[in-house]
């Protein structure tokens, strides 16, 4: 069997892997107020790319991608005779990738750390060379919850892969955001996962302010 890309097989468990490590979907959750607006902080500078936004036409959810997103709908199943949708926006980069990804999950109440958990443990099974989640760091961003983490494969040195994730909870939506590649491009794909956490936009976030 041809070995996948880290970056593809990252893609295939982006959804499922994640959400069903989180459990059943409960009828009600708390979730955060779909009025507030979350924005990230203001990115670092990113290499040259012809950047496009990118919206999620069912939740009115969008960001910056360096390229013209490839999409991608997946039905997730999460219990037996239930599943949720999600949609995968995704450019290549050289050697992996950058995308985000919105998934419907109308009363979920796992946590991110539980989300980020399952997804690591599923893309191991699969992988080659297994990532690690580094530096975990949970906040409340303008009243939704966000977890960062870089993702740092066992191989060590340039010849391993480095990545980027940041989760967001936004009410009946969870947004993942994914920048993968070589390890000896980290910090240009930070850079490009800043911009694009720095993005990000919901239906009540306010437009970015003119240049």
């Keep these: 069997m041809p070995r996948r890309s880290p970056f593809r097989s990252l893609l295939a468990l982006c959804t499922a892997a994640a959400l069903s490590a989180g459990g059943s979907l409960p009828a009600a959750a708390a979730a955060p107020p779909a009025s507030a607006p979350a924005r990230a902080a203001p990115a670092a500078p990113t290499p040259s790319a012809d950047w496009v936004r990118t919206e999620d036409a069912p939740s009115r959810i969008s960001a910056e991608l360096p390229g013209r997103a490839k999409p991608q709908e997946t039905s997730v199943p999460v219990e037996e005779g239930e599943a949720v949708s999600a949609r995968t926006y995704r450019v290549d ?24 958990d399952g997804f690591l443990d599923s893309y191991n099974a699969l992988a080659d060379e297994p990532l690690n989640g580094r530096d975990v760091k949970e906040t409340t961003v303008e009243g939704r919850q966000v977890l960062d983490a870089r993702l740092v494969s066992e191989v060590p040195g340039p010849d391993g892969v480095a990545g980027f994730i940041r989760l967001v909870a936004d009410g009946d939506h969870l947004v993942q955001i994914v920048t993968f590649g ?25 437009p970015p ?3």
Excluded: Y
């Design 93 to 116: 980069l050289p050697g992996g990738g950058a995308g985000f990804t919105v998934h419907d999950v109308p009363g979920w109440r796992s946590t991110l750390r539980e989300f980020l």
């Design 182 to 206: 070589p390890a000896a491009e980290a910090n240009p794909l930070g850079q490009t996962q800043a911009r694009i956490a720095a993005s990000l936009r919901f239906p009540a976030t306010p």
């Design 209 to 211: 302010a003119p240049d």
